[in-house]
């Protein structure tokens, strides 16, 4: 089976890459704990950029945004500081029971346009597996579509993974009482870093308002080969 590191999402892991064929017919369980592990690769990243907010009826909102991560076999450390000020300490474990956190120092602004901390450490494919639905194809991939809930709030997103790389591409929150999607995550764009694929765009959107976020500079390298001292802001 070929290997391909890959960043989900913000985040950097070892991802398996096998022939499609295979991983579209593979168990469900399989296929959740690969998406889930992600290989056992210990990779760092910091990716620097903007995030542009739209929303109807009011104006236009540009803000810096930055994330930085650190990840093992055993968890994920991640921070994200926006408008360079606000900063945000993310860790999620990757082994059972999948415990995560998110802490601020202070004020937050972050969700006035429509990003979640959590969406960075991709939480919500720890939460309790709840189905497998028809496959579907999102910009010319092949996606098993996977149900997930929150063990806490009860919350529910559908997932989109590759069935290639075994990463989302697409996800979408779902409405509790009609089961409609309110609010979606897209990852647009990728770009290499020396052996990384890391992504450098992404669009979260709901009703009414979008949010692209692009990252101009690209930083990533696996830990064997040493992590940079100033990773993280103190």
Known sequence: MK???????????????????????IPVDKFVSILRSAGTGETWGRLTGTIAHRRKGSRPVEAPLSFRTLFTAKAVVGQLVFREKELYQLTQS?????????????????QD???????????????????????EKIRMQN???????????????????????????????????????FRTL????LE??????????????????????????LEAGQNRDGVPADLFVE
Do not use: H
């Open 3 to 25: 290997k391909i590191i890959l960043l989900l999402l913000f985040l950097l892991c070892l991802g398996a890459f096998a022939q499609e064929k295979e991983l579209k017919t």
């Open 186 to 189: 897209d990852v647009n764009g």
């Open 143 to 181: 996606c098993r579509v996977l149900l997930f809930e929150s063990p806490k709030t009860k919350e529910r997103v559908k997932v989109y993974a590759s069935a290639a790389y075994v990463f989302p591409i697409r996800v979408e929150w779902l409405d509790k009482k009609t089961g409609k999607p």
């Open 192 to 217: 290499k870093v020396k052996e990384l694929w890391v992504v450098s765009e992404v669009v979260v959107s709901g009703p009414g308002w979008k949010s692209i976020i692009k990252f101009s500079k």
């Open 113 to 135: 346009v429509g990003v979640l901390p959590s969406d960075l450490v991709m939480n919500f494919i720890y939460w309790d597996f709840k189905g497998e639905e028809k496959p």
């Open 94 to 110: 990757r082994v059972a029971p999948f415990s995560s956190s998110v802490e601020n120092n202070g004020k937050t602004t972050l």
